[in-house]
């Protein structure tokens, strides 16, 4: 394979981006807007080819010009691909077209970057997918490089995701979930009417509930399958608008458990669709803990309350990215009196990493597009990924240390702090032992940062910079900070 490091890898990722721009608009009598889409092929003797939509012909993807007009006879074993749009995976063209996945395979390329996922909820992720499965490692592209391919492809994106609600497209494709079939012994009464109309409501959708356009909808995002005459409820179908989800998936809801300062604790279960969890979570928390929660969201006080937007973004988080093949679990909520923490059973979707999550720099993926699909409806979840930016960003703007992400098998778990100090006391009584009062002090502004350098640290403590290296050694043994090299100033990570 061709040898590039960090630095050329962004360098190739950057000309996707530029060759994506010249895609050649296509005009076509339905009014459809096509993709803009660059595509950069890494030889493994170092030449490089780009190639874009409609570069040769109208309509042509970018990625049948690169590997069938370009090298059609040209051997590509060991190259490197970067595509600023999800390969189309198998059946999702119209035979005998080749989907733009199994070229990629059969010429024989080991290793893909992908920009964005399809947009398109029954066939998001299943070219990433099919890719894996055959051996192909997966990447994703820069987060900020991923947003730049959204701007550019805005009209294209806003088009396919009405379309997505709308209209139904013949064509088969891979399954990455069971729950994509149909439900054994379900039906269209399953359905809770309540959780329809809320849906129908907030997202402001025309067709009334139960008429053949509103189940056509249903149809179109997988959320209900056709055999002969009958319409029937898929798994996922039941989980978002079902009475009752749990009768048929136990791992199905979410629990919720508050730890009280006296040493007594509550639960609850809901098991409620899950599209009316968090509304319902909410109104039990702030009945429960009405001093706890700043409903008012962003206002800043001399000690801030933790947004419950926060609380309500990382549990739609859990509900929607999870992984539902694990029976054994199921979502949860833990609140103490310094932390909120939620639980999602399963890792990360491939190939984000846990690592990625917790440096906040993980791409925009959803393991499951048809949850996900619906939750953006609702304006509940951004269109895709995994809302970091904006859980980092809410707890910087009034205050607060950090969310922190760790894996704690089976569960991927994600801490948000209730206060300052919190970040402090959860360190345990050993550590605190052995921090003197300044580097307490220190290390609570030091939560809420991501990377810091010593003399940042120093003016930010208001303390001389010897102190504050000292104070930096001590964090380093304990593992709460590491060291990183970028060139002339030593920033350092924080990792607790």
Not at 368 to 388: K, S, T, W
Not at 414 to 420: E, G, H, I, V
Request: proline share 6%; glycine share 6%.
């Amino acid at each position: 394979m061709p040898d590039t490091t960090k630095h050329d890898i962004r360098k190739f990722m950057e000309l996707a981006i530029e060759v994506m721009r010249q895609s050649v608009f296509e005009p076509r009598p339905d009014g459809k807007i096509t993709p803009k889409v660059g595509v950069v092929l890494v030889k493994k003797d170092g030449t490089v080819e780009t190639a874009y939509r409609g570069e040769l012909r109208h309509g042509d993807h970018a990625e049948f010009t690169l590997l069938e007009r370009k090298n059609r006879s040209n051997k590509l074993d060991g190259a490197i691909m970067f595509a600023t749009l999800e390969p189309c995976a198998p059946g999702a063209r119209q035979h005998p077209k080749t989907d733009c996945a199994e070229r990629i395979r059969l010429a024989r390329i080991k290793e893909v970057w992908v920009g964005i996922q399809d947009p398109d909820p029954k066939v998001a992720r299943k070219g990433l997918v099919y890719l894996e499965e055959n051996g192909i490692v997966v990447h994703m592209f820069d987060r900020d490089l991923q947003e730049v391919i959204e701007k550019e492809n805005r009209e294209f994106l806003r088009q396919a995701m009405e379309r997505a609600g709308a209209i139904i497209e013949k064509k088969k494709s891979g399954v990455l979930s069971s729950l994509e079939n149909k439900l054994p012994a379900a039906k269209l009464a399953d359905f809770s009417e309540e959780a329809l109309v809320f849906y129908r409501t907030t997202a402001q959708i025309p067709d009334k509930v139960g008429t053949e356009e509103f189940n056509r909808r249903f149809l179109q995002q997988g959320l209900l399958k056709e055999e002969g005459k009958y319409l029937f409820p898929t798994g996922f179908g039941i989980l978002l608008f079902g009475k009752e989800p749990r009768r048929a998936m136990q791992q199905a809801g979410l629990l919720a458990i508050i730890h009280y300062p006296n040493g007594k604790k509550e639960r609850n279960e809901f098991d409620e669709p899950i599209v009316m969890i968090p509304g319902l979570l909410e109104k039990w928390l702030i009945n429960k803990l009405p001093n706890v929660f700043d409903r008012n969201k962003m206002q800043r006080e001399e000690q801030p309350a933790l947004p419950f937007e926060m609380v309500r973004e990382a549990v739609v988080n859990a509900l929607i990215h999870r992984d539902y093949s694990i029976k054994g679990g199921k979502c949860q909520v833990i609140v103490t009196e310094d932390t909120v923490t939620v639980k999602s059973p399963g890792g990360p979707p491939s190939p984000i990493t846990v690592e990625q999550l917790q440096k906040f720099t993980a791409p925009m993926l959803s393991r499951n597009p048809e949850l996900h699909f619906v939750f953006a409806r609702l304006d509940l979840a951004e269109e895709q990924g995994l809302g970091l930016s904006s859980l980092r960003d809410k707890a910087k703007e009034v205050g607060l240390p950090l969310p922190k992400y760790a894996w704690e098998a089976p569960y991927l778990v994600l801490t948000l702090y209730r206060s300052m100090d919190a970040a402090r006391r959860v360190l345990g009584s050993q550590v605190l032992k052995s921090l003197s009062k300044a580097e307490q002090k220190g290390w609570q502004w030091l939560s809420t940062q991501e990377t810091i350098t010593a003399s940042g640290y120093a003016a930010a403590c208001s303390i001389p910079k010897r102190t504050a290296l000292n104070h930096f050694k001590r964090f380093s043994d304990l593992g709460l900070i590491c060291r990183i090299d970028t060139g002339r100033s030593t920033k350092y990570e924080i990792t607790k």
